[in-house]
């Protein structure tokens, strides 16, 4: 197991510098992969995932930076010099081997002895549920079954510097999903292996690893846990995209503690010294700290309300913007006038789509 450390890796396809940003599939990044950690990459379609999972595995040779595996340079080692294991959408196994020989071939190759294969093809068919047939063919299989099995030769391997995995569930049954999620995280706590799993998903992200890291446009936007992308989106993107609904961002102008918004103020759970009084800002909040009420709050106009079940949400629009409220229990509304109340806590300024840190409220008073 290694430590994996990107020092100023970014990638041109079409090679060298490019003489503006836009023109790296994954601009320039720093950034140190722990052992034994998980991690997942996340982000739309095209936003640079695969390439950096490339970079790792050795099938993209970055066109700028260094990539170290603890103190040795492995920029330009094929894939095979890197002592890394793989895991991709589609099953890739033997189906004419058994199950067990198919989980046995990666530590048969290595030679290990035969009494420590059995061992350890038996712990890893038992966390992964495959124990029942371990004698079976793969041929017979469902695809389920057969991309556990790839997950299985995946982490059988427990001399690996890293187990990369790129969008592994694609194929798996929806309601079995859920399952194997949590079931791949509690693997990675048995086997304490650095994991990176690449995902456009964020509830596989979220549930599987320690760290995740969002990318937007080829560039990793914020690289934190759950809670932390959840709580404090250092980035727009990262509040829009985390979360659903998304975080909700609206235009206003920062006036010391308080941002006007269409000509009313909304108190904020700090003061922003360094801004201006009078510019422009996005004021960022998660539809789960804006409640609705019947009275106290800002004036909006309700839109439509979703009922989810466990939750109801309503759509309402502040002076014009639009804003997703959460709607307290019990509460009942008639007609399309109401009330929002923001948790000062909760509320993030935003400029240029950065998170621009706030001075505490009773830091200021202590001071
Ligand atoms: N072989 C290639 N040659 C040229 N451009 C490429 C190549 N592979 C990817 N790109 C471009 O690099 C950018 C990042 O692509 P990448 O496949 O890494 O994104 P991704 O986040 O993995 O997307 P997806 O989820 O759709 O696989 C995209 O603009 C893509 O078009």
């Keep these: 197991m290694a430590q994996i450390t990107l020092d100023g890796v970014g990638h041109a396809y079409g090679g060298g510098k490019p003489a503006t940003d836009a023109g790296y599939a994954l601009k320039p990044l720093h950034h140190v992969w722990e052992a034994g950690k998980a991690y997942a990459l996340l982000g739309p379609s095209g936003c640079g995932k695969t390439t950096l999972l490339n970079i790792i595995s050795g099938l993209v040779i970055p066109s700028e ?153 080829g560039r990793a936007v914020q690289i934190g846990t759950p809670a932390e992308l959840f709580e404090k989106p250092e980035h727009t993107f990262v509040g829009y995209f985390i979360g659903s609904p998304g975080m909700n961002l609206l235009q206003g102008k920062i006036q010391g503690t308080r941002v006007i918004l269409d000509g009313q103020e909304i108190a904020l759970g700090a003061a922003y010294p360094g801004l201006a009084a009078g510019s422009p800002v996005k004021l960022g909040i998660r539809p789960d700290y804006a409640r609705l009420s019947t009275s106290a709050g800002l004036p909006v106009q309700v839109r439509r309300i979703d009922d989810l079940g466990r939750k109801r949400l309503a759509h309402v629009s502040l002076g014009g913007q639009p804003l997703v409220a959460t709607v307290p229990h019990g509460m009942s509304l008639e007609g399309t006038q109401a009330c929002v109340q923001f948790d000062p806590a909760r509320t993030h300024i935003y400029v240029d789509d950065h998170r621009v840190e706030g001075q505490s409220l009773s830091e200021g008073r202590a001071a």
């Design 65 to 217: 930076g260094r990539l170290l595996f603890d103190d040795r340079d492995v920029t330009r080692l094929p894939t095979e010099q890197r002592n890394i294991a793989q895991v991709f959408q589609f099953p890739v196994i033997y189906d004419t081997m058994t199950v067990a020989e198919n989980l046995a071939f990666p530590l048969k190759n290595r030679g290990m002895p035969k009494d420590r294969i059995a061992a350890r093809v038996n712990e890893i068919a038992t966390m992964l549920d495959l124990n029942h047939d371990l004698n079976r063919r793969a041929r017979g299989l469902t695809a389920d079954a057969k991309q556990k099995i790839s997950l299985g030769r995946g982490l059988v391997r427990s001399d690996v510097s890293a187990v990369l995995f790129d969008e592994p569930l694609t194929v798996i049954d929806p309601a079995l999903k859920w399952e194997l999620r949590s079931k791949l995280k509690a693997v990675h706590r048995a086997l304490d292996l650095l994991m990176i799993y690449v995902t456009h998903d964020q509830v596989e992200a979220l549930t599987f690893a320690d760290k995740v890291v969002v990318m937007n446009d």
